[in-house]
């Protein structure tokens, strides 16, 4: 005989039906992320040492960017409190320098370091360029936020300075010329003087040149006797060095700034009496 527990389970185990079995999905985990590593690793000190750099160097950037600015509105602060006639200076310097560059720089490399004349003008031509680049650079950056360095080289700063030079190369107007053979002589000039005396023209609309090129017969015929040495006659180098610029009826003072000019660009200037007042105005020779 069974035991009443053994068919009790006999009982129940006959009496299930297929139903009563149930299918239950599978799930599968998805794969885990890696590990990020420690943070005393290695790998994250680095991720967080170029973090901070990248952090700084942009705070270090808008920190210069502000100083910029604030520099800036300080500049223009300084220029509306500043004394009219310290501003007309400044612009004034600013317009005369780029003259100043032209004519003292081509002296000074045909008299003191020796250059050729063509290479002493190419040399001041140069820098101007560079200069009058500079000034429409930073007038278009103002003008348009951008500089347009290479589109005002070639359309403002090379034409302007190429016009200028071949103007005083080659033309002197009947209104600064004493006679139209004075005129006719203008270039058998030394080309350095020519750029001078233009540059003089320019801003002395009034200076009328009385005299360049002479010959031995001139003198005769002044009644002077004849200078061998006379830098009116023409020089090895095939040029006239010097010129006679009118002083008769003119202020003390613009006779003053006339000879203070050519001084200052390395000419050499004497006030005397020939056939009249005038005022000699030389280049030195290399010979």
Request: charged share 20%; proline share 7%; glycine share 6%.
């Amino acid at each position: 005989m069974m035991p009443a527990h053994e068919g009790d389970v006999n009982r129940s185990r006959r009496n299930r039906s297929p139903e009563s079995f149930v299918t239950r999905p599978v799930t599968i985990d998805p794969p885990r992320p890696p590990t990020p590593p420690s943070s005393r690793s290695p790998a994250a000190a680095a991720e967080r040492l170029a973090a901070l750099k990248k952090t700084a160097s942009r705070e270090y950037r808008q920190q210069e960017k502000t100083k910029r600015q604030e520099e800036r509105r300080a500049t223009r602060s300084a220029r509306r409190t500043r004394p009219w006639y310290l501003s007309v200076l400044w612009w004034g310097g600013l317009l005369v320098l780029p003259f100043v560059v032209l004519v003292r720089v081509s002296v000074w490399a045909y008299s003191a370091w020796s250059f050729p004349t063509w290479g002493a003008l190419a040399l001041g031509v140069s820098l101007t360029l560079c200069l009058v680049g500079i000034y429409g650079a930073r007038l278009s950056a103002r003008l348009t936020g951008k500089a347009r360095v290479r589109l005002v080289f070639t359309r403002f700063a090379l034409p302007v300075t190429l016009a200028y030079g071949g103007y005083a190369l080659l033309y002197l107007s009947s209104a600064n010329a004493k006679t139209e053979e004075v005129r006719s002589y203008y270039t058998s000039l030394h080309p350095l003087f020519r750029l001078a005396l233009s540059t003089a023209v320019l801003f002395d609309r009034d200076l009328v040149v009385t005299d360049l090129r002479r010959v031995p017969a001139d003198y005769v015929a002044m009644g002077l006797p004849v200078y061998e040495a006379s830098l009116h006659f023409r020089q090895a180098d095939g040029y006239v060095h010097a010129a006679d610029l009118r002083t008769i009826g003119r202020p003390a003072w613009r006779i003053a700034l006339l000879t203070g000019y050519f001084r200052s660009m390395g000419f050499r200037t004497l006030r005397h009496v020939g056939t009249a007042d005038h005022l000699h105005v030389s280049l030195p020779t290399r010979e």
